[in-house]
């Protein structure tokens, strides 16, 4: 069965820190895999998916399938970074999404 | 891109009683999803909602309990049937487009 873990419910770093979200999940196939934020009074949203190997605003991630992980990072965490971030993993797209419990990130100025 | 309307937001509703919770897309889908966050847990997928056919639900909900409609290809409604403390919880829509997910505003559910 599928799980996305995140380990952090709450992280707090000072602004022009680096940040990094942490993710795991365990499947037996090769699964997408997705960042999604919420940020205050809005509705939840794509950040970034893995295939398509971007940087959103500063965040990039990288699947490591050796290491089942897909943790997103930022260089320098601005203030406007503040927001839930849900980690989800699609098996076949973004039907089906199973995500983790979220981390609520909070950049202090 | 799809912007969902969801509604309502936010309801307290007696224990015993429905609601149901109603999602309009701004263009036509063919899919959509109905998810259930309770307190502190992730969100959870409810149901799977293609127009013409039956809801396809998952593992742990029952078509009884939380009965959806897709009349056509921009609307759908999920409803919860005999309501308890239990079922406090932000239940959220959503669709697909080109694999990218989009969400409604959610719906924040308290039963007493």
Same mark, same amino acid.
């Given at each position: 069965?599928?799980?996305?873990?995140?380990?952090?419910?709450?992280?707090?770093?000072?602004?022009?820190?680096?940040?990094?979200?942490?993710?795991?999940?365990?499947?037996?196939?090769?699964?997408?895999?997705?960042?999604?934020?919420?940020?205050? &009074?809005?509705?939840?949203?794509?950040?970034? &998916?893995?295939?398509?190997?971007?940087?959103?605003?500063?965040?990039?991630?990288?699947?490591?399938?050796?290491?089942?992980?897909?943790?997103?990072?930022?260089?320098?965490?601005?203030?406007?970074?503040?927001?839930?971030?849900?980690?989800?993993?699609?098996?076949?797209?973004?039907?089906?999404?199973?995500?983790?419990?979220?981390? &609520?990130?909070?950049?202090?100025? | 891109?799809?912007?969902?309307?969801?509604?309502?937001?936010?309801?307290?509703?007696?224990?015993?009683?429905?609601?149901?919770?109603?999602?309009? $897309?701004?263009?036509? $889908?063919?899919?959509?999803?109905? /998810?259930?966050?309770?307190?502190?847990?992730?969100?959870?997928?409810?149901?799977?909602?293609?127009?013409?056919?039956?809801? @396809? /639900?998952?593992?742990?909900? $029952?078509?009884?309990?939380?009965?959806?409609?897709?009349?056509?290809? @921009?609307?759908?409604?999920?409803?919860?049937?005999?309501?308890?403390?239990?079922?406090?919880?932000?239940?959220?829509?959503?669709?697909?487009? /080109?694999?990218?997910?989009?969400?409604?505003?959610?719906?924040?559910?308290?039963? $007493?």
């Amino acid at each position: 069965a599928q799980r996305v873990t995140q380990p952090e419910k709450l992280l707090s770093v000072f602004k022009g820190a680096p940040v990094e979200l942490k993710c795991n999940y365990s499947y037996s196939g090769s699964p997408e895999l997705f960042w999604y934020v919420q940020y205050s &009074r809005q509705r939840l949203q794509l950040l970034l &998916r893995h295939i398509s190997r971007e940087s959103i605003k500063g965040f990039t991630a990288d699947l490591n399938k050796g290491e089942t992980s897909f943790h997103l990072k930022k260089p320098f965490a601005q203030e406007e970074d503040s927001a839930m971030y849900y980690c989800a993993l699609s098996p076949n797209g973004a039907n089906n999404l199973f995500f983790g419990t979220g981390t &609520r990130l909070t950049v202090i100025p | 891109s799809a912007v969902i309307s969801q509604k309502p937001s936010r309801d307290i509703c007696q224990r015993g009683t429905s609601l149901t919770i109603q999602c309009q $897309v701004d263009s036509q $889908v063919t899919m959509m999803f109905w /998810y259930r966050q309770q307190p502190g847990q992730s969100l959870t997928l409810i149901a799977t909602a293609n127009q013409g056919s039956e809801a @396809t /639900y998952e593992s742990g909900f $029952v078509i009884d309990k939380f009965p959806i409609s897709r009349p056509n290809l @921009t609307f759908s409604t999920l409803t919860v049937s005999n309501m308890s403390p239990e079922d406090s919880s932000i239940y959220l829509c959503s669709t697909e487009v /080109y694999t990218e997910a989009f969400f409604g505003q959610g719906t924040r559910l308290t039963v $007493v």
